[in-house]
């Protein structure tokens, strides 16, 4: 089609054909992780927008940078990009332009574990799409409808706010059934994964993993395939089947990384790094878990940075239980997770706080932590850790 435009005689209306053309390309090739080559249609996009002077086309030019830009890891870029779309957005009073670029610039935020302004964006994209944009799908590989909630049911997740989170997760994953989308069904089942998962639910994690990697089969997704793969491994390893959940972790970030995308990258290392724990490959599990930390230090992903300190501490905990590198970790870890009200993360570090005060007879301070701990599972229904961080407290009676 584009060959056929360029020998049409140059036009105002070829040229906007010809931006279409590239926009509709740039859906094609997001899918099967041709990520370059998104990149070479959207340059070409922009320049003919620029040329047009065309808001509109530019702005959506911008909704895609961001999506670029998000899935590549340039997440200041990213947030950037979309907010710059959303203006242009209001100015035109567009409401599919608004709730797209609010959609990628909540995926930015997202992705840089700034999990309180990713909800703000989020809600903003889903209330433009109320009615018949909801079934829109605008040119994304996705349904945004879908995908913001799976990034909202995510961020609240890890937040824990897990009752609100659900609800958006399960009119997500109806209204990817109800459309019959691959794609955004995979997505929405990533978000009650790991909803579960941080609950510490894990069948119905499983369930909706299983599901998700049996559409990337059939459906031929390969760009969501690595994530989808390591992810399942890594509940496989909290499950105890840690050899093979060790094994599929391994492949996915092995896949993820060759792509070039970093979409979950950090997380999949970060599994990576407690597999080899759970598996008592202590050194190779140090090791894993400061390389996580530098990268989510480099992406400046700081959610993820104080799950990296969680791991450091947990795995000092088993290395050198005598020693205070494990209690630095755990107060840098809290410091963290409190900056982004992480309290499923603030529940694990007074947890293992706890332990280790325990395990040294600073009873008083043990006792501290763990009712603490225990406080905040039965605020956040978190019931199995409820019932460890009771098992916990009685052994200090």
């Known amino acids: 089609a584009l060959a056929a435009v360029a020998h049409l005689p140059e036009s105002r209306e070829t040229m906007e054909l010809a931006i279409d053309l590239r926009f509709e390309m740039r859906s094609s090739l997001f899918p099967l992780g041709e990520v ?21 086309r530019l702005a959506w030019v911008s909704v895609y940078m961001s999506q670029y830009s998000w899935v590549t890891g340039h997440l200041t870029e990213a947030r950037g990009f979309g907010e710059r779309a959303g203006a ?28 309180r302004d990713a909800e703000g964006f989020l809600r903003k994209s889903l209330r433009s799409l109320e009615g018949d944009l909801g079934r829109e799908r605008f040119g994304l590989a996705g349904f945004p409808s879908v995908m913001a909630r799976w990034l909202l049911a995510s961020s609240l997740a890890e937040r824990g706010e897990f009752s609100d989170g659900l609800v958006h997760g399960q009119e997500g994953l109806r209204i990817a059934e109800e459309v019959r989308h691959p794609y955004s069904l995979i997505l929405m089942c990533w978000g009650l994964a790991l909803l579960s998962a941080l609950k510490g639910e894990l069948s119905p994690a499983v369930v909706h ?12 997704v390969p760009v969501l395939s690595p994530v989808t793969t390591g992810f399942l491994g890594y509940l496989h390893v909290l499950s105890g089947r840690v050899a093979e959940g060790l094994s599929a972790l391994e492949r996915g970030e092995r896949d993820q990384e060759a792509s070039g995308l970093a979409l979950y990258h950090s997380r999949l ?17 140090l090791a894993q878990a400061e390389r996580a930390r530098a990268l989510t230090r480099a992406r400046g992903e700081r959610g993820l940075q104080a799950w990296a300190c969680w791991l450091l501490a947990e795995i000092a905990c088993r290395r050198e239980p005598e020693t205070r590198s494990a209690e630095g970790h755990y107060q840098q870890a809290l410091l963290l997770a409190e900056e982004g009200g992480l309290c499923p993360l603030l529940a694990r570090c007074h947890s293992g706080l706890g332990r280790l005060h325990r395990r040294r007879g600073e009873r008083t301070a043990a006792q501290e932590h763990l009712s603490r701990a225990t406080a905040m599972y039965r605020q956040m229904d978190m019931r199995s850790w409820v019932e460890q961080a009771e098992t916990e407290l009685a052994s200090l009676s």
Not at 36 to 48: I, K, N, S, W
Not at 209 to 220: F, G, I
Request: with cysteine; proline share 0%; charged share 30%.
């Open 209 to 220: 993993l299983e599901r998700a990697l049996a559409l990337c089969r059939d459906w031929t």
């Open 88 to 115: 242009i957005a209001e100015a035109l009073e567009d409401s599919a332009l608004r709730a797209v670029a609010n959609y990628y610039a909540g995926a930015a935020c997202f992705a840089s574990t700034d999990y």
């Open 269 to 285: 290392v970060l599994w990576q790094g407690e597999a080899l724990m759970r598996a008592d490959r202590l050194d190779e599990a």
């Open 36 to 56: 370059g080559a998104m990149l070479t249609v959207l340059r070409d996009a922009e320049r003919l927008a620029t040329a047009l002077d065309d808001r509109r």
